[in-house]
């Protein structure tokens, strides 16, 4: 085969598979397309530790929405959105969670929430919508028993700090799983739950790290019970909530198989998919 050949072939693949709508939904003749969802992407950490990663985090949310064709994402670097109140003047064409079918959270320390706008974002999940929280979304609102709970649990520490090590998927029946093989090896900046809220009872570990690759003898590791999950999904009333301790490193993002997990979660969550 030619040099000039071996070039275009490839191109004229993509263009007939843009032709023929692949890689986003499509409706048939006469009917509409489906209506795009919506996620507000929050990257509040004005009172917390700010991750270099977090921009392009956003960032990747946003392209796998447009990429797809599935949802629309709003970015925000504050919470005023969180709230299913009317938002007050001078803002103007503001949003509330009531416009949102789910929030990806990228978020650190107490937060700036009040009250009224904690009962929102509860009820908001309660009711039927979702929430992703990346890496220190859980890392966060340590004072609002709620969140802890919706998530299964709050950060403790990361003993180990960026290292690699095995990692065992427990369900493979998890969308934001089945790609994965039944243990792979990251580097990453694994985190260590408290000891409470977190129950196996009470969340879906879908995967966790093989005990036997990381050092338990470690000064700074409180947990002795060799249980570090990594992913976790839960139902919280009719609602959905999904968190993972990847996405420290900004490089982290650009990984296929964890784009893809936090892509399938963001589905899971929406009931786009089971």
């Keep these: 085969m030619s040099r000039i050949l071996r070039l275009v072939l490839p191109a004229i693949t993509v263009v007939a598979v843009i032709a023929a709508g692949g890689g986003r939904p499509s409706a048939g003749a006469g009917q509409q397309a489906p209506a795009r969802k919506r996620v507000l992407a929050i990257g509040d950490t004005r009172t917390g530790y700010t991750h270099d990663s977090i921009s392009h985090a956003l960032a990747v949310v946003d392209l796998m929405g447009r990429e797809s064709g599935l949802w629309d994402t709003f970015i925000r670097t504050d919470s005023q959105w969180i709230t299913r109140q009317p938002v007050p003047p001078p803002a103007r064409n503001a949003r509330t969670l009531d416009d949102f079918d789910a929030v990806f959270l990228f978020v650190s320390g107490e937060g700036t929430l009040t009250g009224q706008q904690k009962r929102d974002?509860?009820?908001?999940?309660?009711?039927?919508?979702?929430?992703?929280?990346?890496?220190?979304?859980?890392?966060?609102?340590?004072?609002?028993?709620?969140?802890?709970?919706m998530f299964g649990g709050y950060f403790d520490n990361h003993p180990w700090n960026v290292t690699e090590a095995r990692v065992r998927v427990e369900d493979r029946a998890h969308p934001a799983m089945r790609h994965f093989p039944p243990t792979f090896t990251r580097t990453e900046e694994y985190y260590?739950?408290?000891?409470?809220?977190?129950?196996?009872?009470?969340?879906?570990?879908?995967?966790?790290?093989?005990?036997?690759?990381?050092?338990?003898?470690?000064?700074?590791?409180?947990?002795?019970?060799?249980?570090?999950?990594?992913?976790?999904?839960?139902?919280?009333?009719?609602?959905?909530?999904?968190?993972?301790?990847?996405?420290?490193?900004?490089?982290?993002?650009?990984?296929?198989?964890?784009?893809?997990?936090?892509?399938?979660?963001?589905?899971?969550v929406m009931r786009l998919t089971d």
Aim: charge should be negative; aromatic fraction near 16%.
């Design 192 to 268: 260590v739950l408290r000891p409470k809220p977190y129950s196996r009872d009470a969340v879906d570990v879908l995967a966790s790290i093989d005990p036997d690759s990381v050092d338990l003898t470690h000064p700074d590791l409180r947990r002795t019970d060799r249980d570090f999950p990594v992913a976790m999904a839960k139902t919280y009333g009719k609602g959905r909530t999904f968190w993972s301790t990847f996405g420290h490193d900004a490089d982290t993002w650009d990984d296929p198989d964890i784009r893809k997990m936090y892509f399938e979660a963001l589905r899971w």
């Design 121 to 149: 974002f509860v009820s908001f999940v309660r009711d039927g919508k979702g929430a992703v929280a990346a890496h220190s979304g859980i890392a966060a609102f340590y004072e609002w028993p709620e969140y802890g709970e």
